[in-house]
């Protein structure tokens, strides 16, 4: 079965449009894979339980979510397309795997809260990446720091159980993944730019890698909006 190429006579805004449109696609699947799986698992109570209430196969979830991301980011130039693809999709379920407890402990109501308001800010912060001529190379950085600032202070609170540090990790957490939303957004139309017209394995290992990296972006920002607007169930 070939894979169709594209015309080489596009013009760079009409090739980063069709990119763009390939990487916003596969994000959509990735969190419909990610959002169904969940709900399917937290709606089977022994299934919940069986997964969530064994910290070594939580554990195993949480290491091999972590070996896909890096194998997608480190070694997708040699990937097929269809394995690609299929790893992101791997990723995204059992992703789904793991935050099917959030069913068991936010109401369903602060979940949709939460993802409506998720939502709205992801599009306006990706559309502000898209029309932006302001070059955010440098905001790149500093939120770069801040999200290690994050993983810092959530391994410290650990130990500490402070719910104060908690709610300023969240604030902070926002602000950070809405802000990567519009750099990594405007990082993926330069990308997009430049594309290789004439090589269709090349797209659409780019797209899948830009999907995994809107998905974390979306699925980042949702969590830290739901620490902070969604009571647990009692």
Same mark, same amino acid.
């Given at each position: 079965m070939q894979t169709r190429a594209y015309?080489?006579?596009?013009?760079?805004?009409s090739v980063s449009g069709i990119f763009m449109g390939h990487v916003y696609r596969w994000m959509t699947i990735g969190l419909g894979v990610t959002a169904f799986t969940a709900y399917a698992v937290a709606s089977t109570p022994s299934l919940a339980w069986a997964l969530l209430g064994n910290s070594l196969i939580m554990i195993a979830l949480i290491i091999a979510q972590i070996g896909l991301v890096v194998a997608l980011s480190a070694a997708i130039h040699k990937f097929s397309s269809g394995t690609a693809t299929g790893v992101f999709l791997l990723y995204a379920l059992l992703n789904g795997l793991t935050l099917s407890s959030i069913f068991l402990v936010y109401p369903i109501g602060s979940i949709a809260n939460a993802f409506l308001t998720c939502t709205g800010m992801f599009l306006a912060m990706s559309v502000y990446g898209t029309v932006t001529k302001r070059d955010l190379t440098g905001m790149g950085s500093f939120l770069f720091m801040g999200l290690i600032g994050i993983l810092i202070a959530s391994i410290v609170n650990i130990f500490l159980a402070s719910s104060m540090l908690d709610f300023v990790i969240s604030c902070v957490g926002v602000i950070v993944?809405?802000?990567?939303?519009?750099?990594?957004?405007?990082? %993926? /139309?330069? @990308? *997009?730019?430049?594309?290789?017209?004439d090589d269709a394995t090349a797209i659409r290992r780019g797209a899948i890698l830009g999907a995994l990296?809107?998905?974390?972006?979306?699925?980042?920002?949702?969590?830290?909006? %739901? /620490?902070? @607007? *969604?009571?647990?169930?009692?």
């Open positions: 015309s080489p006579s596009r013009s760079a805004a993944f809405t802000g990567l939303t519009a750099y990594d957004t405007q990082k %993926l /139309r330069q @990308f *997009g730019d430049a594309a290789p017209l990296t809107l998905y974390l972006d979306f699925i980042n920002l949702f969590l830290m909006l %739901l /620490r902070l @607007f *969604g009571g647990n169930r009692d």
